[in-house]
């Protein structure tokens, strides 16, 4: 099994910048990538980046591409996102995700989720 557990949400204003982090323990060397997805009241969870085990290759919504970045840190077994330019639509809870082949938009696909943080952008 894994576990995870998210941090760094909060409440920002619009424009500003926060950075989350997921912390992976257990069965780590399993995890193949990682993802954040977001779920805001009464929408469904969306996906919004994920990173590769390997080369680290990164995949974004287009809803925040060039605003947020994924990366990671192994000897941390943590991942990062970094939030830029937020806006108040970015306001939802971020779930960190693990799984152990699958890294696209799919939540579906994830075997292994956080509790989530709160991110709540003001306009």
């Known amino acids: 099994q894994v576990q995870l557990v998210e941090s760094g949400g909060g409440l920002v204003q619009t424009g500003g910048s926060l950075r989350l982090s997921c912390t992976a323990s257990?069965?780590?060397?399993?995890?193949?990538?990682m993802g954040w997805f977001r779920q805001a009241p009464g929408k469904e969870r969306e996906f919004v980046a994920a990173?590769?085990?390997?080369?680290?290759?990164?995949y974004y919504a287009d809803s925040v591409k060039g605003r947020f970045t994924i990366s990671r840190d192994n000897a941390k077994n943590t991942v990062y996102l970094q939030m830029n330019s937020l806006k108040p639509e970015d306001t939802a809870v971020y779930y960190c995700?693990?799984?152990?082949?699958?890294?696209?938009?799919?939540?579906?696909?994830?075997?292994?989720w956080g509790q989530g943080t709160q991110v709540t952008v003001s306009s």
């Open positions: 995700a693990a799984d152990r082949d699958y890294s696209g938009s799919n939540y579906h696909q994830y075997d292994y």
């Open positions: 990173i590769a085990r390997g080369v680290g290759s990164t």
């Open positions: 257990g069965r780590t060397y399993s995890i193949y990538a």
